[in-house]
């Protein structure tokens, strides 16, 4: 159980043009998802939490009109990165909860979006 | 958020245990301890949660002291495979924040 998936795996793009990411709880409701963008050599950095029905929390630093995040239902949170450019070239990583507490975080295999 | 300090890189042998410390000074009643593996171009990979005393499942253990400042992580008779990295965080039920991981290195 508890399989979260995002597609695409991989996406190359060129620049100005906006890439949709999707992230899916396969065999849970998920509350809340997270967002993370992981650069080469590092850890994975937060980017916004969303939660079903409502507007993202973006992290500080994170630009909410570039990287647009809808929760539209309990399974299925999108990320969008609007008018790409090669230093928004990173391996994009969702996580989905289905609760709270003790509740724990499961992650998507991640996307690795390369603009050209 | 308990911020979490774990060595940056280790090396062990197929066949040895692995004990991977982290400290999290700044623990809130709260917080579990969760740790996660994550391979190159993979998402993190939950390996086990606790919140104090000792956790067991399949594939390790981890002992959390009283004063819970601490967690360490243990990978008994590693391979090859278990090369990875791996991040010790607190988790509440907001958001969890990486730290910067230990590279685990298993040498043949």
């Known amino acids: 159980g508890a399989v979260v998936s995002q597609h695409p795996s991989r996406v190359i793009c060129k620049s100005g043009t906006s890439v949709k990411i999707e992230c899916r709880s396969l065999?849970?409701?998920?509350?809340?998802m997270f967002w993370y963008r992981q650069f080469p050599k590092q850890s994975l950095m937060l980017m916004a939490t969303?939660?079903?029905?409502?507007?993202?929390?973006?992290e500080q630093g994170v630009e909410k009109d570039k990287f647009l995040i809808n929760h539209a239902s309990l399974t299925l949170s999108t990320l969008t990165v609007t008018s790409a450019h090669p230093e928004d070239s990173s391996f994009y990583i969702c996580?989905?909860?289905?609760?709270?507490?003790?509740?724990?975080?499961?992650f998507g295999p991640g996307t690795r979006l390369t603009v050209l | 958020l308990a911020k979490t300090t774990q060595p940056v890189s280790m090396d062990s042998y197929e066949g040895q245990e692995v004990n991977i410390t982290c400290s999290h000074n700044?623990?809130?009643?709260?917080?579990?301890i969760t740790w996660y593996q994550q391979f190159p171009s993979q998402g993190p990979r939950f390996i086990i949660q606790?919140?104090?005393t000792k956790v067991t499942n399949e594939v390790a253990s981890l002992f959390i002291p009283a004063d819970r400042k601490s967690s360490t992580l243990s990978l008994p008779r590693v391979s090859l495979s278990d090369t990875a990295v791996y991040y010790c965080?607190?988790?509440?039920?907001?958001?969890?924040?990486f730290g910067k991981g230990t590279r685990l290195h298993i040498l043949p």
């Open positions: 996580s989905a909860r289905s609760g709270f507490g003790a509740d724990t975080q499961y």
């Open positions: 965080l607190s988790e509440r039920d907001d958001k969890i924040i």
């Open positions: 700044n623990i809130a009643t709260n917080d579990y």
């Open positions: 969303s939660n079903e029905g409502s507007k993202a929390t973006y």
């Open positions: 606790g919140y104090k």
């Open positions: 065999d849970f409701q998920a509350t809340t």
